[in-house]
């Protein structure tokens, strides 16, 4: 067959098929929303939760017996009045030192407790993750009355140490259990490669796995103290000394049966929160790296 004929009889090359083409990306549900229909009820829940703080700086910073909705001119009397007449640079002081010990000894107690949890196979361990969870529902109202009569055996009433003891091993359950989840999402592989060279287990805890748990600690330890700094059973129950006492008792003091000094309590509860704000605007960043790392297991 000549060249020219096997040319002819050759079948012809076909059309290349053309290239599927993608569907054309929808647009999420939320765009063709109207923009007004966002933001309205977003201002109102803004307007709803900043009017309370509203509130409470106009009473704290307007003269005392002025009706003005606007506190012009301003006045500091109300925070002299409480931080000094009414023994509020000591409950701040209490507070501080409740808070920092219940902070300090509830992570380092969650820590070791979390480890054990974490890396270590029981027989109990079960039911112990399991106690952990149910000692959530008890309230700790329930539990002040046979806590008072330990405390009174040991001569721990008005002692500033029965607070940070019950708020400590109140914080402990779920501090441990949170932390144990931590520590599930560092891989146990770097563990034993110390191991394999030379580190015993707790230098290999100490270098390997106590760094990459800085936001989890920051997070259980921020939690702890807030609690501390704001609970108020504990506190009225086991203090009765006034130079004993904390912030959240001190504020109860400021209202009696028959009045209530508003500029005073407005004033006092913002001593109360001005410390908690200050603490989680630095450790926000710390905060959310700390639950986003709890939230997956690694």
Not at 246 to 256: C, E, F, K, Q, R
Request: hydrophobic share 55%; aromatic share 14%.
């Amino acid at each position: 067959m000549s060249t020219t004929e096997a040319t002819m009889t050759a079948p012809a090359p076909q059309d290349e098929a053309p290239a599927p083409q993608r569907p054309a990306k929808r647009r999420r549900a939320w765009d063709e929303v109207p923009r007004w229909q966002i933001y309205f009820p977003l201002g109102a829940y803004l307007l709803f939760t900043l009017i309370p703080f509203y509130w409470i700086l106009l009473f704290a910073l307007r003269k005392p017996g002025s009706t003005s909705l606007v506190p012009w001119p301003m006045t500091f009397q109300h925070f002299e009045k409480v931080w000094t007449e009414r023994s509020f640079g000591t409950y701040f002081e209490n507070s501080v030192y409740v808070g920092i010990a219940t902070l300090v000894m509830t992570t380092l107690v969650a820590l070791a407790g979390g480890y054990a949890l974490a890396r270590f196979n029981f027989k109990i361990k079960r039911a112990f993750m399991l106690a952990l969870l149910c000692s959530q529902f008890v309230p700790g109202a329930l539990l002040l009355v046979p806590l008072f009569q330990i405390f009174a055996e040991l001569q721990m009433i008005n002692s500033l140490g029965s607070v940070i003891i019950a708020e400590t091993v109140f914080q402990l359950p779920l501090s441990m259990i949170l932390i144990s989840g931590f520590i599930r999402n560092v891989p146990y592989s770097l563990e034993e490669a110390a191991w394999v060279d030379g580190c015993n287990r707790l230098t290999a805890f100490r270098v390997i796995v106590l760094p990459m748990l800085r936001p989890g600690l920051i997070a259980v330890g921020s939690f702890a103290f807030v609690h501390s700094w704001n609970h108020f059973l504990f506190a009225l129950m086991f203090l009765s000394n006034q130079d004993k006492q904390t912030i959240p008792v001190g504020l109860n003091s400021l209202m009696s049966a028959d009045s209530v000094d508003l500029g005073a309590l407005a004033a006092g509860g913002i001593i109360a929160a001005v410390p908690v704000v200050i603490v989680f605007a630095f450790i926000q960043k710390w905060l959310i790296t700390g639950f986003s790392a709890g939230a997956v297991k690694g």
